[in-house]
């Protein structure tokens, strides 16, 4: 991360800012949360250098790792034989329509796409009640019922 980029803060309410930090040229931004860091970018055929994950790229991921996170959680607490999950997640269509429109029209992502791969000897009914549980995932519930976000001083 440069100098200039700001250092993620803690909120009025104790949580702490996600940062992220792009310099003059180029796509590639710097991105902060607590004591990580990570890289953002567009992909070459959208003139970006391909030094990370698209933003749209990071939302599939959290999406997919609360989804397994999840999974584990409930799998732990029931005791039950769950080896490994595994969740694959896509964008229903291509990004780049949305960031040649994203000045004047309304964009963004209309439907992902999931799958859920549960390894372990578990039954059918704990497979059942596992992927009943995948559709409980806080991030996935927050996103369906939708997000305002909001200038603040």
């Keep these: 991360m440069t100098e200039a980029a700001p250092k ?10 996600v940062t992220s930090h792009v310099d003059g040229t180029g ?7 607590r004591t990580h860091r990570a890289l953002a970018d567009e992909p070459l055929a959208l003139s ?21 996170m999840t999974l584990r959680m409930y ?3 029931k005791g039950w034989p769950l080896a490994a999950a595994s969740v694959s997640v896509r964008q229903a269509r291509s990004h780049e329509p949305d960031c040649e429109r994203c000045a004047t029209e309304s964009v963004g992502m209309a439907r992902v796409e999931r799958r859920i791969e549960l390894l372990g000897t578990l039954s059918q009914e704990q497979r059942a009640r596992l992927l009943e549980i ?10 369906e ?4 976000i909001e200038a603040v001083e």
Excluded: H, I
Aim: net charge neutral.
């Design 48 to 68: 970006g250098t391909d030094a990370g994950p698209t933003p749209y790229e990071y939302l599939l991921m959290a999406v997919a790792s609360c989804t397994a």
């Design 75 to 77: 799998a732990t607490r």
């Design 145 to 148: 019922r939708g997000v305002r």
């Design 134 to 143: 995948a559709n409980r995932c806080p991030l996935k519930q927050t996103l």
């Design 8 to 17: 993620a803060a803690e909120a009025e309410d104790g949580g702490s800012w």
């Design 27 to 33: 796509f590639r931004t710097d991105l902060s949360a």
